[in-house]
């Protein structure tokens, strides 16, 4: 069913890098005959699934939607992929992503855009736009995205699906080829919060390979929800709703409290003072270790070699002018920059103290309420082409999502409306590791 869906629908969306048709219906045949014989069933028994295309898939291609990778075959799984594989979900392929997962619309992705199913002339957002795209169109039953900075919720925002980020830490980067290692999180991008839940239940967990993955007992998220939020506080920063947010989304944001109030929360304006200064730190830290990973990318390892080069350093120097695009050279510049000596304590050390600043608001506001709630975006998507020559206008719309990532906790868009026809994202924001209450809350509004 998937595969006749993806074959009706991806012409026009073109979420998928790769479709892994053999792959997916010796799965599905085994999961037949393990049904015809009554053997126990995975978590995830039988749901077509997407990876976005910068997690590692053993044997068959992991590009990243980069012409240096564009031949590169993984030799195995990223842990999340392997965990999928055990709850016997059927992955279909591979979804497509701004370069390296830098971007917020999918018009970085090497090879070709995404549309968005709602309406093809507008963005699916970004990085995770193929992975949000393809379960918007139901092309397949989830998908996995990856967020460093935005891009499973932005993109769930724009496509009206629900996307979460977990807890840093909660879900293994192990296989995830890395953008910015302190903020990456593998998380679930679904129809409807419950999918989310059972999900995150699959793919969480610690993981030895990964150094930063977090030991911890692993809840069982579908118990949470109890579609009871009596009591509930909520807060709703001001900077969230004020100047820079879309009226109109303002307007749905406001409305969706209401639901919850109906249901009896309480909300309560609060701040999060640093909240404009949250761009800035955050593009001079992911770009700082980007440059750093991106190093590896020598074109004597794997990836791109190129053809031209007569000497050791033409080889480093033209295969990465040849197979990186433009945003990620941008990034790579600006984060070697701000990593030089002389320059280090002025941009670097800088942003990681706002970091802690911005850690410190949300921790401040944690102490009194239960949950954060706010716009996930500060608009609806907007037209293909409208933003592609303005890094910084496409930065700017990053405002309400790269907070959580450099605070290391947990947030999920879910719908709250349309505007002119376009969807929008409420995003709940919870205490470290504090998914549970995050997914009751999302559960209690949808
Ligand atoms: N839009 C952000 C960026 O371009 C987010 C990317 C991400 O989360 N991978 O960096």
Redesign the pocket.
Known sequence: QSLRRIGEVDGKIQAFLQVDEDNAKRVARELDEQLASGGEQGLLFGLPAGIKDNMLTEGSLTTCASKFLSNYKAIYDATAVQKLKQAQAVLMGKLNL?EF????SNENSAFHPTYNPWNTEYVPG??SGGSAAAVAAREVYFSLG??????IR?PASFCGIVGLKPTYGLVSRFGLVA?ASSLDQIGPMTKNVEDAAYVLQAIAGHDPMDSTSANVSIPDYSSALTGDVKGLKIGVPKEYIGEGVAPEVREAVLAALKVLEAQGAVWEEVSLPHTEYAVAAYYLI?SSEASSNLARFDGVRYGKRSENAENLLDLYHLSRSEGFGPEVKRRIVIGTYALSSGYYDAYYVKAQKVRTLIKQDFDNVFAKYDVIVGPTVPTPAFKIGSQVDDPLTMYLN?ILTVPVNLAGIPAISVPCGLVDGMPVGLQIIGKALDESTVLRVAHAFE
Do not use: L
């Open positions: 701004d997962a830098m971007g917020g970004g990085s990856s967020d460093t900075g935005g891009s932005q953008f992911s990053d």
